[in-house]
């Protein structure tokens, strides 16, 4: 199962993934930091930042959507990229109570998400 992972790493700055792209792989940092944010890259609206040990890019795995935010490297990071289907195969093992959770829980992440990029 090792092998499908895979390292990577991105310098300061470098774009990881970008919103609308297909959520084919989601990540655990393995050192180092990730910014995740809406916009463009000159007007960015930061969402979250994820340290080492943290883990993201697992919604638009989920959901089979697009991504809804974009994801870049604040400073020297190491990745392990994991494919879409690790995540499928553990959530097809769970029970169907903690699957329909987390399909609402997404949603409603979705939902507000939309709302929260809407102007005022």
Not at 86 to 106: G, H, K, S
């Amino acid at each position: 199962m090792a092998s499908i992972f895979e390292h990577k790493r991105f310098q300061p700055g470098e774009v990881i993934f970008r919103q609308g792209d297909p959520g084919e792989s989601f990540y655990l940092v393995e050192r180092g930091k990730v910014v995740v944010w809406n916009g463009s890259d000159e007007n960015k609206r930061v969402i979250g930042e994820i340290e080492t040990g943290g883990l993201f890019g697992e919604m638009a795995v989920l959901s089979r959507r697009p991504r809804m935010a974009s994801a870049s490297a604040l400073v020297e990071t190491q990745l392990l990229q994991m494919p879409a289907s690790v995540l499928r195969q553990a959530i097809n093992r769970a029970d169907p109570l903690v699957v329909q959770l987390i399909n609402v829980l997404m949603d409603n992440l979705r939902r507000s998400n939309r709302y929260s990029d809407t102007p005022t």
